[in-house]
C-alpha cells in the first residue's frame, strides 16, 4: 500500500472556490480504481494549506488516477488558485499505531 501526501496552498481569495469544488469531486476520488480512501486536512495556523491524504493499492494505480480523465479534470481548475507551488510525497507505512 502507498500513501500520497499532498500540500495545497491556496491563494486565500480562492480556498472557498477549492472548497466547493472538492465538493463535487471528493467521492469520484475517493472511489477511484485502487484508492483505499482519501482524507482533507488543513493547516489549523494557516486555514489556506490544504494536504490530501489518500492511500493507493501501489503505484500503479496512483500513475492511473494521476493519468485520469478525472485528475485531468481536476487539476488544471485548482492549480490558477495556488499561491504556492504544490508540494507531493509518496510514502511506504512503516508502523501505524492508530486504533481505528
Known amino acids: 500500500m502507498l500513501t500520497r501526501v499532498v500540500k495545497l496552498t ?3 481569495a480562492h480556498l472557498a472556490d477549492f ?3 472538492f465538493e463535487t469531486v471528493k467521492h469520484e476520488v475517493s472511489n477511484f480504481p485502487g484508492c483505499y480512501g482519501m482524507k ?3 493547516a489549523i495556523d494557516a486555514p489556506n494549506v490544504i494536504f490530501t ?3 493507493w ?3 500503479a494505480a496512483l500513475d492511473n488516477y494521476r493519468h485520469s480523465e478525472l485528475f485531468s479534470a481536476i487539476w488544471p481548475q485548482i492549480k490558477p488558485w495556488f499561491a504556492q507551488r504544490a508540494e507531493a510525497w509518496s510514502l511506504n507505512e ?3 499505531g ?3
Open 40 to 42: 482533507l486536512l488543513s
Open 53 to 55: 491524504y489518500s492511500q
Open 94 to 96: 512503516n508502523f501505524n
Open 98 to 100: 492508530f486504533i481505528l
Open 19 to 21: 472548497y466547493a469544488h
Open 10 to 12: 491556496f491563494q486565500e
Open 57 to 59: 493499492e501501489n503505484e
